[in-house]
C-alpha cells in the first residue's frame, strides 16, 4: 500500500520538538568505462584534478598531515575508535610515498557552491530552507564505486517535518506520481541554492513524461535533474551527455540515510514514532497508527533498537539508536549538553566515527553489486564465435577475479572496532544489509569464472599437446624411414645449386602441407591411435576406425 503524497502529518505531541536535525545521505554510485573503453580510469580522481576550475570539486587535504596545528583532540578520539588495520584504510601509514600513493585507501572531493537547499514535501507547502554542511564525493582504489556524500541541518522542527524530510528527501527519482499528476514519495520541490540565495537547480519530479519516455526508450530510470546537477562533472552513462567520468545506479534509487534529532523529550516519543524513524516510512496521518502490521513489527525493538543508553543515567541520558541497515538515526535529548557536543560528545561521534562505519558497511555492499554486475556484463558481452570477444571476455573475467581479491584485503573487513556501541552498530548494520551472504555469493561466482577459464586454458593445452602427439608420432615414420642408416634417396649433392634449390622447396611445400594436413586431422587420428592401442579389439575394428578418419569428413 503506497502512501498518498496529499495526506498532511498528524498533530505533534509535546515534547517531540526536533530542536536540532543533522540528516547525512550517502549514494553509492557504479563509475562505469568511457565510451569504447574496457575498464574505467584506474584513479577517477585524477580527471578530477585535470579539470581543475572547470569543475566545482576540489580534493580534501586531510587533517593526518603532519600538521599538528590542524590536528584536534576530536581527530584524535575518531582515529583510536578503530583498529589497526581499518585505521589503514581510512587514514594511510605515515611513510614518505604517502603523497604519492594516496595513503588512505580513498579520495575526497568536496565543492562549496552549494550552501543551501530549499524543500517543500507537499504542493501547497511552505518551503523549508537547510544548511548544507558539506558536499562531497568518495573516491576508492581498486573498485569501481563513488560516493555522494551530503550533510545537511535544520533546526526547531517538528517531529512529522523531520520524518518527511528523512523519508521524501534522497531519492534518486520519483516512484510513480498519484492520480492528480503528484510525484509520490519524494518531495514535491528541490532547489539547491547559493550562499545569496540564488537557485543553482531545481527537481523535476514533477515532469512524468519525461521520466517515462526516458524508461521506454533506454530500459533504465532517469536520474532526476537536481541529482544530475549536484554530481557534475559525471555524467550518467544513459544519458546522451559526453564525459570522462560517468556512473550508473548500483543500489535502490533511496539512499541510505543516517540522522540525528536533538529532541524536547526523548520519552515523548512513541512507539509509532521511533518504528517511523528506524525505518524510515514517514510521518503518519494519525496519532497511533504503525506504518506496517503489529505482527510484522513484533521485533522491531530487538533487531532495529540499539537501548544501552536509553536510560536515565550517563552523560547523554535517554540516548536510543536505530540501524535498519538502509539507515541508521540517533534520537537523544537536546538539554544533554555532551549530547549536543561537535567536539566531543554524540554529535561528533554521529558525525565521524558513525559516519564511517556506515560508508564502510555501504562500501562494501556496492563494491559487491558492482563485482557481481561486473561478471554479468561479461557473459552478457561473450560471443563464443568472435576471437576477439572471447580474449575480451578472459580479460574482463581475469581483471574481476583479480579486483575482488583486492577487494577482499583491502575493504573486507568483519569487525572495525573494539568499542562497544560502534562494534554493536557496524554488526547490526552488517546483519541488516546481508553482508556476509552477499559476500560468500559474489566469492563463488568470480571462482566459479575464474575456475571456467582455467579449466578452458588446460583444455586447449591438453588439445595441443595431443595435436602435437599425433604428428610427432606420423612424422616419426617418414623421419625413421628416410634417415635410416644415413640412406639418401636422391644423389643430389652434386646437381646444380638451382635443382637442389627446386628440390629443397618441393620437399618443403610437401612436408608443410602434410604437417598442415596432420593437424588438421589430428583429433581423428587421436581417436584411431586410441583404437590401435586397445589390444581388446579386433584388427577390422582397427581398420574401420582407419577408414573413419576419412570418412568423417565426407560427412
Known amino acids: ?75 584524535y ?10 585505521q589503514r584504510f581510512l587514514y594511510g601509514e605515515a611513510r614518505s610515498a604517502r603523497r604519492e600513493t594516496g595513503g588512505a585507501g580513498m579520495r575526497v572531493f568536496r565543492r562549496h557552491d552549494v550552501a543551501k537547499v530549499r524543500v517543500a514535501a507537499y504542493a501547497g507547502d511552505t518551503p523549508i530552507t537547510l544548511s548544507i554542511v558539506h558536499t562531497d564525493l568518495y573516491f576508492f582504489f581498486d573498485v569501481d564505486v563513488v560516493m555522494l556524500n ?43 541554492l547559493d550562499a545569496q540565495g540564488n537557485v543553482l537547480s531545481r527537481s523535476d519530479a514533477q515532469q512524468r513524461d519525461a521520466f517515462l519516455s526516458h524508461v521506454a526508450e533506454k530500459r533504465a530510470p532517469r536520474i532526476a535533474a537536481h541529482w544530475q546537477f ?20 548500483i543500489e535502490y534509487y533511496r539512499m541510505p540515510v543516517m540522522a540525528y534529532l536533538a529532541v524536547e523529550d526523548p520519552r515523548s516519543l512513541t512507539r509509532e514514532d521511533f518504528i517511523r524513524l528506524g525505518l524510515v516510512t514517514g ?12 505482527r510484522h513489527l513484533d521485533d522491531f525493538e530487538k533487531q532495529v533498537c540499539y537501548d544501552r543508553f536509553w536510560g536515565g543515567a550517563g552523560a547523554a541520558p535517554d540516548t536510543r539508536y536505530l540501524c535498519s541497515g538502509l539507515s541508521l538515526v540517533v534520537v537523544g535529548t537536546a538539554a544533554s549538553d555532551f549530547f549536543c557536543c561537535r567536539d566531543r560528545g554524540v554529535l561528533a561521534q554521529f558525525r565521524h566515527q558513525h559516519f564511517l562505519l556506515f560508508l564502510i558497511a555501504h562500501l562494501q555492499k556496492s563494491s559487491l553489486l558492482m563485482f557481481s554486475d561486473r561478471l554479468a ?24 577475479f583479480e579486483g575482488f581479491l583486492r577487494f577482499t584485503h583491502r575493504y573486507w573487513f ?73 640412406m639418401n634417396l636422391l644423389a643430389e649433392s652434386d646437381a646444380p645449386m638451382s635443382r637442389r634449390l627446386w628440390i629443397f622447396a618441393a620437399v618443403f611445400c610437401i612436408t608443410t602441407v602434410l604437417t598442415a594436413y596432420t593437424m ?14 586397445d589390444e581388446r579389439l579386433p584388427l577390422w575394428t582397427k581398420m574401420k576406425a582407419l577408414v573413419g578418419v576419412w570418412r568423417a569428413e565426407q560427412n
Open 150 to 192: 551530503l550533510e545537511f541541518s535544520a533546526d526547531n522542527l517538528a517531529l512529522a517535518e523531520a520524518e518527511e524530510l528523512l523519508y521524501r528527501f534522497g531519492r534518486g527519482y520519483p516512484a510513480g506520481w498519484d492520480s492528480a499528476g503528484q510525484a509520490l514519495h519524494c518531495m514535491h520541490s528541490v532547489e539547491w
Open 377 to 400: 556484463e561479461a557473459l552478457n558481452c561473450l560471443n563464443v564465435v568472435d576471437a576477439n570477444s572471447v580474449r575480451r571476455f578472459k580479460r574482463r573475467i581475469r581483471s574481476s
Open 283 to 294: 510521518t503518519g496521518s494519525s496519532l497511533g497508527t504503525l506504518p506496517y502490521a503489529e
Open 1 to 75: 500500500m503506497t502512501q498518498s503524497t496529499t495526506s498532511q502529518p498528524a498533530a505533534a505531541l509535546p515534547g517531540t520538538h526536533v530542536h536540532h536535525l543533522r540528516q547525512v545521505l550517502l549514494w553509492p554510485l557504479r563509475l562505469m568505462p568511457a565510451p569504447g573503453a574496457d575498464q574505467t580510469h584506474q584513479r577517477p580522481w585524477e580527471i578530477l584534478r585535470v579539470m581543475g576550475e572547470a569543475t566545482p570539486w576540489r580534493e580534501i587535504v586531510d587533517e593526518f598531515n603532519g600538521d599538528s596545528a590542524n590536528f584536534h583532540e576530536r581527530h
Open 414 to 486: 568483519k569487525d572495525i572496532s573494539e568499542q562497544a556501541l560502534v562494534r554493536a552498530l557496524f554488526e547490526m548494520s552488517s546483519c541488516q544489509l546481508g553482508l556476509e551472504r552477499l559476500h560468500a555469493e559474489v566469492k563463488v561466482r568470480v571462482e566459479d569464472m575464474n575456475g571456467y577459464l582455467e579449466a578452458d586454458s588446460l583444455r586447449r593445452q591438453a588439445n595441443t599437446v595431443v595435436r602435437l602427439t599425433v604428428v610427432t608420432i606420423f612424422g616419426l615414420i617418414g623421419t625413421v624411414t628416410t634417415g635410416f642408416l644415413g
Open 230 to 249: 549536484m554530481l557534475q562533472p559525471l555524467v550518467y552513462d544513459l544519458s546522451d551527455d559526453a564525459g570522462p567520468l560517468r556512473y550508473r545506479q
Open 520 to 533: 588438421i586431422k589430428s583429433k581423428r587420428l587421436s581417436d584411431f591411435l586410441d583404437v590401435l592401442s
Open 77 to 86: 578520539n575518531e582515529f583510536v575508535t578503530f583498529l589497526p588495520y581499518v
